[in-house]
């Protein structure tokens, strides 16, 4: 069973143990950066998530509750975890977990192009592209493209 879990002190290297494959790196941050960056920064939210008690996979939110913000910021499952299916079960609890905050309109995320990109799969949840999300997120400078997730 896919769950989110606390990242504690004893669970810890299996987070930052999870790798994606080459062709993916430069899709996401590595574990260990994103959860120091997770612990300096007043607004992340993440978590692992196991299967079982098998580590699987990383999450982390930016959650600005004043400004309606949500900012699905890093989302990797280990490359031999792929492909089962974890990634939907994940995000659709990821999902479920920012719809019982009743606080946000909408989930956005941001993704660097290129062949088999993350692009199809958030496509499949009902993603759609948005050119305000680079703005706001002072993306402009990088080849990232905005996507957005209506949960209203
Ligand atoms: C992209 C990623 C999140 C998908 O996770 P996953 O566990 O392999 O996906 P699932 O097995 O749950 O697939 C769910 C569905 O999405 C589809 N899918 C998965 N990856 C896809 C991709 N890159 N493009 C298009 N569709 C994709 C699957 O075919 C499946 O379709 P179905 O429901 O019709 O059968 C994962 O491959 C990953 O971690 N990639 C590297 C990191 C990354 O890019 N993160 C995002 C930026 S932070």
Redesign the pocket.
Known sequence: MINLKEITKTNLISIIDLD?NEH?KD??APNAVSITQGHYSNSAWFKGIFNDKIAVRFVMLDLVKKENRCFLW????DKK????????IALTQVINYVKSLKIFDEIKTS?VPKD??????YK?FGFIKSKKIITEFDLEDSVEIGMKYLLK
């Open positions: 994606v993916q899709q996401v890093r989302f990797m499952i975890y792929q492909g089962k299916g974890y990634g939907k993704y088999n990109s993350v692009e199809g799969f499949n």
